[in-house]
């Protein structure tokens, strides 16, 4: 099958969206974040619900969370009061899971010349996470809590086109679900109401190809272990 010009475009803009971990400072236009929100907002939902809710974070209000949660994420006795609301991962890992989270973590880190005695390497790198790997916007993702498991499904639909979208006006993003853990302090700082749950948060800006951690490029299952043709 030949593949159309706009076949190629967008299969370019899936294939080419990564885990990016480190961002230039170079500003996003803040027409461009609303077009790529605007776009990501076709994504499809149960009867139109659009669960989806964003809170785009510039300037001294990201900062601003980025210090609330460092602060927490570093003190040894109040980072233990600080719980997911939600389990994003499953409580008993199995294979192949289990490998392939292993392997992700473990090909970072090398990259980044951290070995397992390295913890407190390690800890500083996770801590980027709240740092939005320097990328000068930060998305806060959230939901009523009134929603049930299929608007969680829908909500990754509307993620994925968020992340396709930028990838289009070469941009490029960070899906973090770190922040979960600290959806008492993003609350406080945003003043989100009672009613709304934190999904997770994401990093968006220009990638910085100068650092090493960018150069990592996860693998992939083949067609043929996860897909079954039945006739």
Not at 155 to 167: D, E, H, K, N, T
Not at 175 to 194: N, Y
Not at 211 to 220: A, F, G, M, S, V
Request: aromatic share 10%.
């Amino acid at each position: 099958m030949i593949r159309t010009p706009e076949q190629k475009i967008v299969d370019e803009a899936i294939t080419s969206r990564r885990s990016i971990r480190a961002f230039l400072p170079t500003p996003v236009a803040h027409e461009d974040i609303q077009e790529l929100l605007s776009v990501a907002a076709r994504a499809p939902s149960g009867s139109n619900t659009q669960p989806w809710k964003v809170y785009v974070l510039t300037g001294s209000t990201r900062q601003r969370l980025s210090d609330e949660i460092m602060a927490t994420y570093l003190d040894p006795e109040k980072v233990s009061e600080h719980k997911e609301e939600y389990n994003y991962y499953p409580l008993k890992w199995v294979a192949p899971y289990v490998d392939r989270r292993r392997k992700v973590g473990w090909d970072l880190y090398a990259l980044l010349g951290l070995t397992r005695e390295n913890k407190s390497g390690m800890q500083a790198q996770h801590g980027r996470n709240y740092q939005f790997f320097d990328a000068p916007v930060g998305l806060i993702f959230t939901i009523d809590r009134v929603m049930e498991q299929g608007s969680w499904l829908d909500y990754g639909m509307f993620l994925q086109s968020v992340m396709i979208a930028a990838r289009a006006r070469g941009l490029d993003t960070c899906p973090q679900a770190a922040f979960t853990q600290f959806h008492k302090v993003i609350s406080q700082v945003l003043e989100l109401p009672e009613s709304e749950q934190v999904v997770c948060g994401m990093a968006l800006g220009y990638a910085d190809q100068e650092k090493i951690e960018n150069t990592l490029i996860t693998e992939r299952e083949p067609l043929s272990g996860f897909a079954k043709f039945m006739e």
